[in-house]
């Protein structure tokens, strides 16, 4: 079967370059635990203005639910699906990889349409009340999360590229290895994210629908 | 027949003879400037980075003479008021952001940490290249805040004055922010490279001390790092688009942005001194003639003194405002790291007890280390206890603290390293003599410099003013007498090294009897380092290292085959 392909690691041009075992997979996990520094810092600080905020979410404003629900199971979606072509390519399966891997590229790509869509609902809403923290907030949390997804995608088109190209096999697939763990890392990070901004919207402030005139 | 004769082999000097190596070392090979810019030898990164945070050390350094010499007299001496404010920020974001932080790690770390595990590079030489990459934007968006206005915040950049002072504060806190990135990036390869690639038999207790200090120093920069880069990112916010996180008036709060810079910047004391106390631990041992006393506590102490790090940033909050509570537990866990600290320095006293001790230049530096580092220490109990902060707080009695520790710890150490490994870097060795009278000289100008400045700070004299009262004058003269001296000895120290680069004598494998793996290669090293898999034992077993006159240097006696 032509599919069951098995590919090698490519040649160095440089001896210090050869891949050592299991490197790249922990230098990963460096990462995340340094983007969960990150991401916690900020949720601190979410929570610091927020305990400290006498009504939140200030009259006038309230968090835009329905599209963040939208976008939640779009990327909950998409963490399925590069799973899946992961999956695939450690049976050697490259059509599953290359299926696989552009549903969840898509799907990247529509979850930042939906953010962006969000972003602009919220500017709506504020308009209500300049500058006020609640909506500063919720653009520093979701803008945060969605620079890494686009951070994410960026090196995602290349794997995408090499496993159209046939670079990686049963033996073979760091990229694919290293875009799962990154990806299934944004989605736990934004069920987090979400989880914080819903349970911190509902409390102190009254929900009421923007006034009248409010864009 | 003599003995030692038939007894040295080439491999005595590390594979092979060091003369014929000259022509394929590091440094030689490849050859052009094109091949040091693209170069992905940790060596020669190492270097890239040396001479990049030499520069700074040297600018900070002129930042630091302007400051001491306006502050000779009382009132307007050479410069004003707000020009003074500026020096006295860049001098500490330069010293500390460019200079400390990547000193030690960085350049001293990058050369031999690979060397000292018996790799051949770090596990991701491209990545390392562009932390230095980085260091250089970072670098100078930094400096452009000096043409572009200045900075007078401080190094600190507290709000709310950082949200609202005319300076170029937005251009320096980018160039901490892409600095953040350099130093975790170097922190992700060297955690990687140290569980990675160590070679067989480099068990972990078998790693020389250097490398658990620079392990300990790794997990710090990667996790405490990003909490700077978000507080950065949300003042530069702050001041473009008037969203106020950390403004009361808009629903902030300003000690919140305290909160966050220390949660980083305590940590990022340690990631300057952790290393320092990696490289005392070898030299200690290397110059006593003598196996290191209490390895595993050291070791361990290294990843304690890590973990504590992030535990015990409130301490330089107590008057802030911050809860009773808050200051009793901080308090409670400052004194904590007093015990992982004196582990290590009751250690290197009982590694000294009853050796062969060799007052060598950095021997020198790292008994001036112990003095130094011992006073900054003790004194940050004073600090760390509550009531007595509060008449301390912000004084210079602060001041003189941070430097000795950072200064007469880690500088000192870096200083110590930077003269330990020279011969190996350079492949040439310095004058020993003036190396020696270099390092007397930092020795007295720098107590000259600080130790009257803990008087003025307990009588009062707070940090950072412009003027003060005739009473302090004394004091202010001293300590900057103490700085000039120093100068003086930063000169000197530069005169005999780049004297020793151009015309010094080829340094043998191992001036220093030294037993961790860099000492088993040729000065300078191979360009793979090394060209059969390195004999790893213990690295403070001195029994098998001989000094051999005719190439004034240690060489290895029995010791093949039996590892």
Same mark, same amino acid.
């Given at each position: 079967m032509?599919?069951q392909?098995t590919?090698?690691?490519p040649?160095?041009?440089?001896e210090?370059?050869r891949p *050592?075992?299991?490197a790249g997979?922990l230098?990963m996990?460096v990462?995340?635990?340094?983007l969960t520094?990150?991401f ?6 979410y929570?610091?203005v927020?305990?400290?905020?006498p009504?939140?979410p200030?009259?006038g404003?309230?968090l835009?639910?329905t599209?963040?629900w939208?976008s939640?199971?779009v990327i909950?979606?998409?963490s399925?699906?590069q799973?899946l072509?992961?999956?695939g390519?450690k049976?050697?399966?490259?059509a ?15 979850f930042?349409?939906f953010?962006?869509?969000n972003w602009?609902?919220m ?10 923290l609640f909506?500063f907030?919720f653009?520093?949390?979701t803008?945060?999360?969605?620079l890494?997804v ?8 290349i794997?995408?590229?090499?496993a ?5 096999g049963?033996?073979y697939?760091p ?6 763990m990154?990806?299934h890392?944004?989605t736990?990070?934004?069920? *987090?994210?979400?989880a914080?901004l ?8 009254s929900?009421?629908?923007?006034p009248?005139?409010? *864009? | ?14 594979g092979?003879?060091s ?6 070392n590091?440094l ?5 400037i094109l ?6 030898d ?6 890239l ?9 040297f600018?900070?350094g ?6 001491r010499t ?8 050479i ?8 020096l006295?920020t860049?001098h500490g ?10 000193g ?6 990058n050369?031999a940490?690979?060397?000292?595990l018996g790799?051949k590079?770090v596990a ?7 932390s230095?990459?980085l260091?250089?934007i970072?670098a100078?968006?930094?400096v452009f ?6 900075a007078d915040?401080?190094w600190?950049f507290?709000t709310?004055?950082?949200t ?5 504060i937005?251009?320096?806190t980018?160039?901490v922010?892409i600095l953040?990135?350099?130093s975790?990036?170097?922190?992700l390869?060297f ?5 990675r690639?160590?070679?067989?038999g480099?068990t972990?207790?078998?790693m020389?001390l ?8 790794a997990?710090?920069?990667?996790? =405490?790092?990003p909490?700077?880069?978000i507080?950065?990112?949300l003042l530069?916010v702050e ?7 950390f403004?009361p008036?808009?629903?902030g ?7 966050f810079?220390?949660?980083y910047?305590?940590?990022a ?7 320092a ?9 290397v110059f006593s003639?003598?196996?290191?006393f ?12 890590a973990?504590?790090?992030?535990l015990v ?9 911050q809860s009773q509570?808050?200051?009793?537990v ?8 007093s015990?992982?600290t004196?582990?290590?320095m009751f250690?290197?006293l =009982?590694?000294?007890y009853?050796?062969?001790?060799v ?16 006073i900054?220490g003790l004194t940050?109990?004073?600090?760390g ?9 912000d004084?210079?009695f602060?001041?003189a603290?941070?430097?000795?520790v ?8 870096f200083?110590a ?5 020279w011969p190996?870097?350079f492949?040439r060795?310095y004058?020993e003599?003036?190396g020696?009278?270099?390092a =007397?000289?930092?020795f007295?100008?720098?107590?000259m410099?600080?130790l009257s ?5 307990s ?8 003027n003060?009262l005739d009473e302090?004058?004394i ?7 103490g700085?000039y001296?120093m ?7 530069a005169g005999y ?17 030294g037993?961790t793996?860099e000492?088993?290669?040729?000065s300078?090293?191979?360009?793979y380092?090394f ?8 690295p ?8 051999d006159?005719?190439?004034?240097g240690?060489?290895?006696?029995k010791a093949e085959?039996?590892a």
């Amino acid at each position: 079967m032509s599919d069951q392909a098995t590919a090698n690691p490519p040649a160095v041009s440089d001896e210090r370059l050869r891949p *050592i075992p299991g490197a790249g997979k922990l230098g990963m996990w460096v990462l995340l635990a340094s983007l969960t520094m990150l991401f916690g810092a900020s949720i601190i600080g979410y929570l610091v203005v927020r305990m400290k905020s006498p009504d939140w979410p200030p009259p006038g404003t309230k968090l835009t639910s329905t599209g963040l629900w939208i976008s939640t199971l779009v990327i909950a979606f998409s963490s399925l699906t590069q799973q899946l072509a992961f999956d695939g390519i450690k049976r050697g399966d490259t059509a599953a990889l290359k299926r696989y891997l552009s549903v969840t590229y898509a799907f990247g790509l529509v979850f930042l349409g939906f953010q962006t869509f969000n972003w602009f609902d919220m500017v709506g809403y504020q308009a209500a009340g300049a500058h006020n923290l609640f909506a500063f907030t919720f653009y520093m949390l979701t803008g945060l999360h969605a620079l890494h997804v686009f951070g994410g995608l960026l090196p995602m088109t290349i794997v995408l590229v090499k496993a159209f190209k046939g670079r990686y096999g049963a033996d073979y697939y760091p990229g694919p290895l290293y875009s799962t763990m990154y990806w299934h890392f944004l989605t736990v990070m934004w069920f *987090i994210v979400f989880a914080i901004l819903f349970i911190g919207s509902v409390g102190s402030g009254s929900s009421l629908p923007p006034p009248e005139g409010a *864009i | 027949m003599n003995v030692t004769d038939t007894s040295i082999t080439p491999a005595d000097l590390g594979g092979y003879a060091s003369r014929e190596a000259e022509s394929e070392n590091f440094l030689s090979y490849p050859k052009g400037i094109l091949s040091w810019l693209v170069t992905l030898d940790h060596k020669r990164i190492g270097i890239l980075y040396l001479i990049c945070i030499l520069t700074a050390f040297f600018i900070g350094g002129m930042f630091a003479l302007l400051i001491r010499t306006e502050l000779l007299t009382p009132g307007p001496t050479i410069v004003d008021a707000d020009t003074y404010n500026q020096l006295f920020t860049l001098h500490g974001a330069i010293m500390i952001f460019l200079f400390i932080i990547p000193g030690i790690p960085a350049a001293l770390g990058n050369f031999a940490l690979p060397l000292m595990l018996g790799a051949k590079d770090v596990a991701f030489p491209r990545l390392n290249l562009t932390s230095w990459y980085l260091w250089l934007i970072g670098a100078a968006f930094t400096v452009f805040s000096l043409v572009n206005g200045g900075a007078d915040t401080g190094w600190t950049f507290y709000t709310p004055y950082s949200t609202q002072t005319d300076g170029a504060i937005i251009s320096i806190t980018m160039g901490v922010f892409i600095l953040g990135f350099s130093s975790i990036l170097t922190g992700l390869n060297f955690l990687v490279t140290i569980h990675r690639l160590r070679p067989p038999g480099m068990t972990w207790f078998k790693m020389p001390l250097f490398l658990w200090a620079i392990y300990g120093t790794a997990i710090m920069q990667v996790l =405490a790092t990003p909490v700077i880069g978000i507080t950065m990112l949300l003042l530069i916010v702050e001041r473009t688009l008037g969203f106020g996180i950390f403004d009361p008036a808009l629903g902030g709060d300003p000690v919140l942005f305290q909160h966050f810079f220390w949660f980083y910047s305590h940590p990022a004391v340690y990631i300057m001194i952790l290393p320092a106390l990696g490289i005392m631990s070898e030299i200690f041992s290397v110059f006593s003639r003598k196996h290191i006393f209490g390895y595993k506590f050291i070791a361990f102490s290294s990843i304690v003194l890590a973990i504590l790090s992030f535990l015990v940033w409130g301490h330089h909050m107590f008057p802030s405002g911050q809860s009773q509570l808050a200051n009793f537990v901080f308090s409670a866990l400052t004194f904590t790291v007093s015990i992982p600290t004196a582990i290590k320095m009751f250690n290197w006293l =009982a590694t000294m007890y009853k050796g062969e001790i060799v007052l060598k230049t950095p021997m020198l530096y790292a008994l001036s280390f112990m003095f130094l580092f011992g006073i900054g220490g003790l004194t940050g109990l004073f600090l760390g206890a509550l009531a007595v902060d509060i008449h301390l707080h912000d004084t210079y009695f602060v001041v003189a603290h941070f430097h000795y520790v950072m200064f007469g710890g880690t500088v000192i150490a870096f200083l110590a390293g930077l003269h330990y490994w020279w011969p190996k870097v350079f492949g040439r060795m310095y004058n020993e003599t003036l190396g020696r009278i270099g390092a =007397a000289i930092i020795f007295v100008g720098f107590n000259m410099t600080f130790l009257s400045q803990f008087v003025m700070g307990s009588q009062g004299m707070p940090r950072r003013y412009y003027n003060y009262l005739d009473e302090y004058t004394i004091y202010h003269h001293i300590s900057t007498g103490g700085s000039y001296l120093m100068a003086v000895g930063f000169f000197l120290i530069a005169g005999y090294l780049l004297h020793s680069l151009l015309k010094g004598k080829r340094a043998p494998a191992n001036p220093w009897g030294g037993n961790t793996l860099e000492w088993h290669v040729p000065s300078p090293p191979p360009y793979y380092n090394f060209k059969e898999a390195p004999r790893v034992g213990d690295p403070y077993d001195f029994s098998e290292i001989h000094w051999d006159e005719r190439i004034e240097g240690y060489v290895f006696r029995k010791a093949e085959g039996s590892a």
